[in-house]
């Protein structure tokens, strides 16, 4: 896989109704779906996975019920690309996170594995075809509707969170925003790019990754969501570079984020 070791490359909603989960964020977000591409072999985990599709035609993540076999609670995780799974699985373990399944390799994708940070908090580590590039993440002034243009951690401690993903995937954090009592909001980056934040969590929040998606007008989606069965929990809020964020829950009380210009 071409992307650098510990970008994001993938974006995947476990939810308790997958029709509803695309029926909802394909009005909020543009998005479509498509099978599961290539589909498994014959007899290995035959289970419902579709993969969103933005506008634009790219692959972004996928979207399944939780699987039988895995104990696995609805959310949103991302996977990171690393340049060997099996390290990682073993720095993670170390570090004190958690292995709960083997590596996998699947055909015409690549080795994955999943893995849960001290924190409690899953994602998964990837190597793809060295020709393949993902576009799921594209950060940057001018992304493509659809596409994922933050992450965001809220953590117990942020310092403690931020250190067990750089020492796994070589991120680092550099610059911050202050924010009161809660303390700084803290830039994460893999190499020189800026892929989002850590912070502490607020009192009454709750911890855990939110994912940000780039929109043509944030208050037209904004009324998407309401119209969809979802909620504002925050904003819109004027972010830096005079574009907007607001943070949601989907129909199922799960939060993810959107990100544009206000258009009126």
Known sequence: MTNP?????????????????EAFYGHVLGWTTAPDDPPPPPGENQFDYREWVAPDGERIGGLMAPP???????GWCFYAAVDDVDATIAAAVAAGGQ????????????????????DGHRFYVMNGPAADRSQAFQPGDAPAPGHAVWNELTAADQDRAVAFYAGLLGWHQAGAMPMGALGDYKFVHAGPTAIGAAMNT??????????????????????RVGAGGGAIVQGPDE??????????????????????????
Request: proline letters at 16%; glycine letters at 14%; aromatic letters at 10%.
């Open 5 to 21: 070791h510990g970008t994001p490359v993938w974006y995947q909603l476990v939810s308790p109704d997958p029709d509803a989960a």
């Open 68 to 74: 039988p076999f895995a104990g696995m609670a609805p």
């Open 99 to 118: 292995a709960p399944m083997p590596a996998v390799d699947l055909p015409g994708t690549g080795r994955i594995a999943l893995l849960i940070d001290p």
């Open 202 to 223: 607020p009192p009454g929040g709750a911890p855990g990754w939110c994912f940000y998606f780039a929109v043509d007008d944030i208050d037209a989606a904004a009324a």
């Open 239 to 264: 972010i830096p570079g005079g574009q907007y964020s607001l943070v949601a829950h989907d129909p199922h009380g799960t939060a993810f984020g959107v990100v544009g210009p206000r258009r009126g």
